[in-house]
């Protein structure tokens, strides 16, 4: 025999009671989206290196260290798997012209890759469901985006949820906080770790976002961004503030939190929790005015946030019962050379009715046969013999509570079956 062989470390498979689950979740997400007039959008999982570099920044965690990035060896072309959703969007809604007409809120949802140390909550292939408000420039779709993450938080039933919020201002205040931060961080340059110390003047916000415990004190001293901000900036964060009030969604202001992406301005938030361990961010976000216009566009104000779906399902899971979500309505239970063909038809005719049906393949006993229909959850079997189907008839055997078995045509079993199961 061969050796077995292995998934990708930090990549998982979703074996089916998980993945009915995330489909599940999925479908709760798209009905939310669209009850916020959210529109999805795909874009390729692989895409140009230079679009993340770029719109990213070169000195983030995900560009230094966390990207794969290949070379094409049929073309010499650099690609990367996609980190994030956000550059992708941005992309692709400036080469297809979808904003100068109209401001857009889209959606993505689906796998991003970066090379982390795997843990609870943190795995080399991801997914996120992002969403991107394009062309909006005041403060209510700030505001919209965090109360929507309320509603879906409400829906899914997860407590222990907190919100932080900051403000990081415009280019012009970042650029003055920037300088009296370097004076700062210089002064403790020998204690800085190595990402410290090459960020130090070329991206210091970045040195904000360490996660490393050693430093934490350096940066809680820190010079805050949110004390530069100019009037226009303070409006805008007051004004979000306001609208949350207004939807009694509690905040916390963190003045720290800088996000991990160097394309936010303004208004930054995360969703923490303290039931993660050390993934307390399980969903972030904020504006990114200049990334449209870095990315070659007409410059247009915008906004977002993604959830890593990992982790929110890790919160919600802690929430449900086990066992199955999904079981078909009826399996089918068959034995004899007449039966076969008829059974098969009957199946297809519940189907076409809109039933769930599982057909039994494989042969074997009635007995043996009734066990799979049972440990399928179904709630009915229907059962066809040689003399049932001579005689055109199935049999109607209900798998759970009360009922007893009878015999009818498949096309009055539509009938008994719809009301069985939908009649009061
Ligand atoms: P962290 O600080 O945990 O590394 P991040 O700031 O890098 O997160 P973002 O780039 O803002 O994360 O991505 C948004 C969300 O995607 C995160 O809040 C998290 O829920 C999820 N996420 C990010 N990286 C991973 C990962 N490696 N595995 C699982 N989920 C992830
Ligand atoms: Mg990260």
Not at 237 to 244: C, D, I, M, S, T
Request: charged content about 25%; hydrophobic content about 40%.
């Amino acid at each position: 025999m061969s050796t077995k062989l292995q998934g990708v470390r930090g990549m998982n498979d979703l074996l089916p009671e998980e993945a009915e689950r995330w489909e599940a979740f999925e479908e709760i997400v798209r009905d939310w989206l669209r009850s916020y007039g959210y529109r999805p959008i795909r874009t390729p999982i692989v895409e140009y290196t230079k679009l993340f570099s770029r719109g990213v920044g070169e000195h983030t965690d995900i560009v230094e260290k966390e990207m794969y990035s290949f070379e094409d060896r049929l073309n010499g072309e650099h690609l990367t798997l996609r980190p994030e959703g956000t550059a992708s969007c941005v992309r692709s809604v400036i080469e297809h012209n979808l904003i100068f007409q109209n401001p857009q809120r889209l959606y993505y949802s689906g796998p991003m890759f970066r090379h982390e140390r795997p843990q609870k909550g943190r795995y080399r292939q991801f997914h996120q469901v992002g969403v991107e408000a394009l062309g909006f420039a005041g403060p209510d779709v700030d505001a919209e985006h965090i109360v929507m993450c309320r509603r879906l938080w409400d829906d899914l039933g997860l407590d222990d949820v907190e919100l932080q919020l900051n403000s990081l201002g415009d280019a012009a205040e970042r650029a003055t906080h920037r300088t009296e931060l370097i004076a700062y961080l210089e002064k403790y340059q020998d204690q800085l770790d190595e990402d410290g110390k090459r960020r130090l003047y070329a991206n210091p916000l970045r040195v904000l976002d360490t996660k490393n415990p050693a430093l934490q004190e350096i940066v809680e001293a820190a010079p805050k961004l949110i004390e530069y901000l100019g009037e226009a900036s303070l409006k805008h964060f007051e004004a979000v503030q306001a609208l949350l009030r207004e939807a009694a969604v509690p905040y916390r202001i963190n003045p720290r939190m800088v996000r991990g992406l160097d394309y936010y301005n303004r208004t930054v938030f995360e969703w923490t929790t303290t039931r993660l361990g050390a993934q307390a961010t399980f969903c972030a976000g904020g504006r990114y005015d200049g990334l449209i216009e870095q990315l070659g566009g007409k410059p247009a104000p915008a906004c977002g946030f993604a959830m890593g779906m990992e982790r929110v399902m890790l919160l919600w899971q802690e929430g449900l019962d086990a066992g199955p979500l999904v079981s078909p309505d009826v399996y089918v239970v068959h034995q004899g050379e007449q039966a076969a063909p008829f059974a098969f038809r009957s199946a297809e005719l519940l189907r076409s009715a809109g039933f769930a049906v599982v057909f039994h393949c494989g042969g074997g006993s009635f007995k043996s046969q009734m066990k799979k229909a049972d440990g399928s959850g179904a709630a009915y079997a229907v059962i066809v013999g040689d003399d049932e189907a001579a005689a055109g008839q199935v049999a109607l055997k209900p798998l759970r509570g009360e009922g007893e078995q009878q015999a009818v045509t498949p096309e009055a079993l539509v009938e008994l079956l719809a009301d069985r199961l939908y009649g009061e």
